[in-house]
C-alpha cells in the first residue's frame, strides 16, 4: 500500500456493499428481475439422419412466450439413449450404435428435442473374382 494510505474496515465494506452481485437464473426458464422467461427450446442439426461414427452440431434456440430469441440462455444437453448418440455440452451429437436417439436441450424448465436415427456401417463386400 502506497504511504500515507490507510484502508479501514467501514471502506471495505462500502465497497463490499457497492460491488455488483450476480443473481443466478430462477427455476421455470426464469433469469433476474427484467430478463425473458423462457417459454420453449427449438432444437435443430446439420442432418437428423448419421452412421456411426459420424458428428453433427445440434443447436438450441430458447425463445419466450412472443417467440423471440433469449440470447445467452444457458442450455443443457442430454441424449435419452448414449448408447446409439451422445451429446456434449456444446450440442456435438456422436453416433456410437444403430438406432435411434432423441436429444434434449433443456433452458429452466423449458425443452425442446430432436430424433437422431444412426445408421449401421455398411461392410464392404468383397470384390468378385471373375
Excluded: F, H, Y
Excluded at 463490499?16 to 427449438?42: F, Q, S
Amino acid at each position: 500500500m502506497a504511504p500515507g494510505r490507510r484502508r479501514t474496515s467501514a471502506s471495505i465494506a462500502a465497497l463490499l456493499l457497492l460491488a455488483p452481485t450476480a443473481v443466478p437464473a430462477r427455476g421455470g426458464g426464469e433469469a433476474a428481475a427484467g430478463a425473458p422467461r423462457v417459454a420453449k427450446v427449438e432444437v435443430t442439426a446439420g442432418t437428423s439422419r448419421l452412421t456411426v461414427g459420424q458428428t453433427t452440431q445440434a443447436s438450441a434456440e430458447p425463445r419466450d412466450e412472443g417467440g423471440r430469441l433469449v440470447p445467452a440462455a444457458p442450455v443443457t444437453w442430454t441424449s435419452d439413449s448414449g448408447s446409439v448418440a451422445s451429446v456434449d455440452a456444446r450440442g456435438v451429437v456422436t453416433a456410437n450404435s444403430a438406432g435411434t436417439a432423441t436429444i434434449t436441450a433443456t433452458c429452466g424448465d423449458a425443452k425442446g428435442s430432436m430424433s437422431v436415427t444412426v445408421q449401421p456401417l455398411q461392410q464392404r463386400q468383397p470384390a468378385r473374382r471373375r
